[in-house]
């Protein structure tokens, strides 16, 4: 059988994976729109956090299986469509992620100043369309709206030290620009409570102790926290505890400012305050700050709703960042697609309706959970290919071209797919250029320099 994975990132992989690894004789195409692999692992992992890609090994392994091919710089839905992938292969599944943002759907939100957060993280990761984003750092307020682990990662980009980030794979671009960088405080704000925040405790810790930055947690938010997260489940009693042990801290630093020592970076959360508008500088030409409506909570837990009371308030900052999700979007109009939900409409993987089309990841069950919580949704789409192949659903009676059939469809529009030994190449460039600066790697940012690389 010949099994297609439209995108490169954990869900394709880890669907690749499990294919390979439980059928001896599948053959596993995966195709990818940029030239290099690995999606949100490279472009979405915070550069201070390497740990986290290391499954990019596992993936390489994948990736060298004589039965596992990688094609990319093919757009699917452009350079070749969904319907041409199913007539070259037996099974076809799509693990392309999520590559929009939600919006706020608020006065003022296309202002100067005004960023989504996964623009942002792309500009510092060097997502290749992000890299004009050129934001601007010269205030010394940021908002970030949302509380998840995104908004934490840029918080602690915004604050870091520069001497941290220099030995991460940052951009250089976006290592100069952090370097003038006016930020110096960093509002988290979201519309529900403590009990509601989505980040974990590792990414909380990392920035209550990140070096010259004081975390600013206001004790009345947290007042008869204690017995209300008793019977809470593990994780989300000790990160509710974490915070009011750190709201209720004095630092040190605290008293060296009282005793007129210049106050050190600062950042803070504040919460029940739902954006209502950005408002605009005197001139109208950018952010100055945000009105925000204060709410209140019915019900409790995590499907506790903000409500507005009717109270608003105003807060100043220059530079605002709205962390409140990625989205999908549709890829060919062949496939269904549940635009409220972002989602393609599945049963276990198997796409509604259409026999012999899968999916996984983000645009699987919508762009929630990390890298293991991927990787066991993608086992799961992969169980079910493997089934309908055992089970019979899946003719494998007449064969298939597999990648012969698409290499003719791109030649006949101009495409040159990039093969993994070709991404290996430009891989080494990026090694040897962070070597020297000291990095782990620098990365290339430009889709046109990283096709010079490997003479395309």
């Known amino acids: ?40 692992v490279r472009f979405g992992v915070a550069p201070d956090h390497p740990e986290v890609k290391n499954v990019v090994n596992t993936f390489t392994q994948t990736a060298h299986s004589e039965r596992c091919a990688y094609y990319g710089n093919v757009t699917v839905g452009r350079d070749v469509t969904v319907p041409e992938l199913r007539q070259a292969y037996h099974a076809v599944v799509l693990s392309y992620g999520a590559e929009d943002n939600r919006v706020l759907g608020i006065p003022g939100e296309n202002l100067p100043g005004v960023y989504s957060a996964r623009a942002f993280v792309g500009w510092y990761n060097g997502l290749p369309e992000n890299q004009d984003l050129k934001p601007d750092l010269s205030c010394e307020t940021a908002l970030i709206l949302g509380h998840g682990n995104v908004a934490l990662d840029i918080a602690r980009i915004l604050l870091s030290p520069l001497q941290l980030l220099r030995k991460t794979d940052i951009t250089d671009s976006s290592l100069a620009a952090l370097a003038c960088s006016k930020v110096k405080r960093v509002w988290l704000v979201g519309r529900r409570g403590p009990l509601q925040v989505a980040f974990t405790i590792k990414e909380l810790r990392e920035m209550i102790n990140l070096p010259g930055a004081r975390a600013v947690l206001d004790p009345a938010d947290f007042t008869g926290l204690e017995s209300a997260v008793k019977d809470a489940p593990r994780p989300r009693k000790r990160l509710t505890e974490l915070m009011i042990k750190t709201a209720l801290e004095k630092p040190v630093e605290m008293q060296a400012a009282a005793a007129g020592a210049a106050a050190p970076r600062e950042w803070g959360l504040k919460f029940q305050r739902s954006p209502q508008e950005v408002l605009p500088s005197g001139d109208g030409r950018r952010a100055r700050g945000i009105r925000m409506a204060l709410t209140r909570l019915e019900g409790s837990g995590d499907s506790a709703k903000a409500i ?119 891989d080494a460039v990026e090694v040897a250029r962070g070597k020297a600066a000291g990095k782990p790697r620098e990365k290339i940012v430009d889709p046109a320099e990283m096709l010079r690389i490997i003479g395309h």
């Open 1 to 40: 059988p010949r099994v297609c994975v439209v995108g490169s990132g954990p869900a394709g992989f880890y669907t690749a994976q499990h294919i390979l690894k439980h059928h001896g004789g599948a053959l596993v195409d995966i195709y990818e729109k940029l030239p290099v692999p690995f999606g949100l």
């Open 308 to 426: 507005p009371t009717g109270e608003v308030e105003e807060l100043e900052c220059g530079l605002v960042l709205s962390s409140i999700g990625y989205r999908s979007l549709p890829l060919d109009p062949a496939v269904p697609f549940d635009s409220q939900r972002g989602v393609i409409p599945n049963s276990s993987g198997r796409v509604e309706g259409v026999p012999g089309l899968y999916c996984s990841g983000w645009v699987k069950r919508g762009p929630t959970g990390v890298i293991i919580t991927t990787m066991n949704d993608s086992f799961d789409t992969a169980q079910s290919v493997l089934e309908d192949l055992q089970g019979g659903v899946l003719d494998i009676s007449p064969s298939r071209e597999g990648f012969g059939l698409v290499e003719s469809i791109l030649h006949s529009r101009g495409v040159r797919p990039v093969s993994f030994s070709d991404w290996e190449k430009i």
